[in-house]
């Protein structure tokens, strides 16, 4: 029976590492370095957790979870399956994700060259989405080679621009290592816990995976014990990219901290790139920023065109492909401020849902696969994290906040966690009640294409 070669497993897991590596994971641990100052190392110590942690445990959780996100989804409940795909896809997709990736690449990779004149006007915005989305089209078309197109050749050029960037800044300083701020001061590790969670990583995993497992079998391994263990195997290279390339930019970030405090961590990387390399310095970044955005997007269209085509009657892969490209490119127009003010509440209130899911299919056999166990965690889950994602839009319900206020961990954004500890006891305790419930949960599994 098939085997892939370790050469092959490689590439898969540096296509996995490109997917997850976009512009926001290269703009995170810079302003994490420098605002944790001489406490980097811890504060970076808990972003690696959530930052590299929650994504290979998401890739894992889909390849046991049934290979698809619906597969792990409904083991809630069929409707939740459908409904939470569905927002799952649609937030990472078309509506947010996929057009910030050409806003982020306009804005850092083409933005800063052009004239005073041409800043002003939309049109160098609207060529520089074509121009990229017809790319992203193009790599994405065919995506038996998605593996050979971005494991062997973008993935690459990528590291080594970002290997230039921290080499050069190691051998020759930017300046002393500041200070520790706010509450890097008292609390490094928690805070860099919570910055790892802001990547949004726990949620693309649930997307990347099936993309990393498509590709896998593409290769010929259909084994279900095999395949998950290749994909795990990937994505444990994954997670080793991310972590590496998350120090080493948290170490430029601070010893930053001479060239003067910045707002984020564009900025930051901007002031390092001209400090180190003068003009060039711009030229590079760019190209790394511009790099992590189009393998990002070629991934997430890969993804979402493979599900909406299976769910769409008479719509193809390509021309899914295609529809998908093309809308995203409508969309990046209106510009980076407004997407990021769109979807930062929708993720907010979808994220945390969709970290209890994953962390919840770990312990699968543990609690016999009584479904009660996720409905349990993952309403209780929801109760918290919608309230939070009208918060962060600015809508406050008077009649509840005042309570969620009260609950730990709340203020340092997870006071999702003990009610989901709870809710899953609770279903544990309903479930052993009623035994029954677990045959019918394993055949709602088969029908959704659980292996």
């Not at 050749?153 to 500041?178: D, K």
């Not at 996720?374 to 009649?399: E, H, M």
């Amino acid at each position: 029976m098939r085997e892939l070669s370790t050469r092959e497993i490689i590439t898969v897991g540096l296509m996995l590492f490109a997917l997850f590596f976009g512009a926001g994971n290269m703009i995170f641990p810079p302003a994490l370095g420098q605002a944790a100052g001489e406490n980097v190392w811890i504060a970076m110590l808990g972003f690696v957790v959530t930052g590299v942690g929650l994504p290979l445990l998401g890739v894992i959780a889909v390849g046991l979870g049934g290979g698809n996100l619906q597969a792990l989804a409904g083991r809630v409940h069929p409707v939740f399956a459908t409904v939470f795909t569905f927002i799952v896809y649609l937030s990472i997709g078309p509506f947010m994700a996929i057009p910030r990736t050409g806003t982020v690449t306009y804005e850092m990779g083409i933005l800063p060259f052009l004239s005073e004149s041409m800043k002003a006007s939309a049109l160098p915005l609207l060529v520089t989405t074509i121009v990229y989305f017809a790319l992203t089209f193009w790599l994405a078309l065919n995506p038996s080679k998605l593996v050979d197109r971005i494991g062997k050749v973008l993935t690459p050029a990528l590291l080594i621009i970002i290997g230039v960037m921290f080499f050069t800044s190691l051998f020759q300083p930017i300046g002393e290592v500041g200070q520790p701020t706010g509450d890097y001061q008292s609390g490094a590790f928690f805070k860099g816990f919570v910055e790892g969670y802001l990547t949004l990583d726990a949620l693309a995993a649930m997307v990347f995976g099936i993309v990393v497992t498509a590709s896998v079998r593409e290769k010929g391994i259909t084994d279900p014990k095999k395949l998950t263990l290749t994909t795990m195997k990937a994505a444990v290279i994954a997670a080793i990219g991310l972590g590496i390339v998350y120090l080493a930019l948290g170490f430029m970030g601070a010893t930053s901290y001479s060239l003067g405090q910045s707002d984020n961590g564009g900025q930051i990387l901007t002031g390092v790139v001209q400090h180190l390399f003068g003009p060039l310095g711009t030229l590079l970044l760019g190209g790394a920023v511009s790099l992590a955005c189009l393998t990002t997007s070629v991934g997430l269209v890969t993804a979402c065109s493979r599900f909406f085509s299976e769910y769409i009657p008479g719509v193809s892969y390509k021309v899914m492909a295609l529809v998908l490209s093309v809308f995203s490119a409508a969309v990046a127009n209106v510009g980076l401020t407004q997407l990021i003010a769109i979807s930062v509440p929708v993720l907010m209130a979808i994220y945390p849902v969709a970290i209890v899911l994953m962390l919840v299919s770990f312990f699968h056999k543990w609690f016999k696969g009584y479904a009660a166990v996720y409905r349990g965690a993952i309403i209780a889950t929801a109760v918290i994290s919608l309230p939070d994602g009208f918060a962060t839009a600015g809508i406050k319900i008077a009649a509840i906040a005042p309570l969620l206020e009260q609950l730990p961990l709340y203020k340092e954004g997870i006071g999702w966690l003990l009610p989901a500890i709870a809710g899953a006891l609770i279903g544990f305790l309903w479930g052993s009640l009623r035994p029954g419930r677990k045959g019918k949960q394993e055949v709602l599994e088969q029908k959704l294409g659980k292996v």
